[in-house]
Nanobody, 124 residues
Framework: QVQLVESGGGSVQAGDSLRLSCAVS????????MGWFRQRPGKEREFVAA????????EYVDSVKGRFTISTNGARDTVWLQMDDVQPDDTAIYYC?????????????????WGQGTQVTVSS
């Protein structure tokens, strides 16, 4: 199986930066892409960013383009989400996810493994 553990969440001010980490362990060799999703208060879980492990192709939701960056290391056992210029609307629980099918996706149902989530709170 695969285990995903997020860290790096916290409480910050608007305009600050935050870096979320996702430690990946287990049968990682069959994971094709990794994603970050978030669930804001009273909202459904939504796509934030994803990266294809084979070639580094990235996808972002429009609201974070230019502010957030997803990356992974050479061993593909850690995935980061660099969050710059965070805003109160970014307040959410952020989840790391892994997809075991080829390609990259923005849909939560296309991901097979999930972390427990890490809280990010941005105050104005």
């Amino acid at each position: 199986q695969v285990q995903l553990v997020e860290s790096g969440g916290g409480s910050v001010q608007a305009g600050d930066s935050l870096r979320l980490s996702c430690a990946v362990s287990g049968r990682t060799w069959f994971m094709y892409s990794m994603g970050w999703f978030r669930q804001r208060p009273g909202k459904e879980r939504e796509f934030v960013a994803a990266i294809k492990k084979s070639d580094g192709t990235q996808e972002y939701v429009d609201s974070v383009k230019g502010r957030f960056t997803i990356s992974t290391n050479g061993a593909r056992d850690t995935v980061w989400l660099q969050m710059d210029d965070v805003q109160p609307d970014d307040t959410a629980i952020y989840y790391c996810s892994a997809r075991t099918k080829p390609g990259i996706s923005t849909f939560a149902n296309d991901y097979d493994y999930w972390g427990q989530g890490t809280q990010v709170t941005v105050s104005s």
